[in-house]
């Protein structure tokens, strides 16, 4: 049996939100550091003291997974839509098809096929612009975040 070229079940599997927050776990997100030296800070200590913060943060990235799939799945919808309408106008033509019909045929399919295209592009491009509106918006915050940070560590006396 031939593979179904529009089956995306593998692929959405990427994006399952309950894998995508298993990348957000704190112990995992933190395992990335190496073991906190007796003269540093004790890692396991600040993990417990925010946890809520990186339980909030999972959830807000799993939602972000579950906003991506469904991105992803109206993308599907506009091929399909797109596709099957080119197939159903020309269906009659299965019985008397000949070289003209048939080439006729061919091209609206081309045509609905581009046009889905085009549309699934925009469709994602909007996704990425308000994903970097997003960072942006929160970029200013960050650093003055660091500069806070800054601001409260001891400097070295040198």
């Known amino acids: 049996m031939a593979r179904n070229p529009y089956d995306m079940t593998e692929f959405w599997k990427a994006f399952d939100p309950e894998q995508m927050s ?22 396991e200590s600040i993990i417990k003291a925010n946890q809520r913060n990186f339980e909030a943060m999972a959830e807000a990235n799993k939602s972000a997974a579950e906003a991506y799939k469904d991105m992803l799945d109206k993308q599907m919808e506009i091929f399909e839509k797109l596709t099957l309408a080119a197939r159903q106008q020309y269906e009659w033509v299965e019985d008397t098809a000949g070289v003209d019909t048939m080439k006729t045929k061919t091209a609206a399919m081309n045509e609905a096929v ?23 918006s929160v970029k200013g915050q960050v650093t003055e975040a660091v500069e806070e940070i800054a601001k409260k560590t001891p400097k070295p006396k040198g």
């Open 114 to 136: 581009e046009e889905a295209l085009k549309l699934m592009q925009k469709l994602a491009e909007t996704a990425r612009q308000a994903n970097e509106e997003a960072f942006t």
């Open 22 to 43: 298993k990348m957000f776990n704190p112990q995992a997100m933190m395992s990335m550091f190496q073991p906190p030296r007796g003269d540093m800070f004790d890692m």
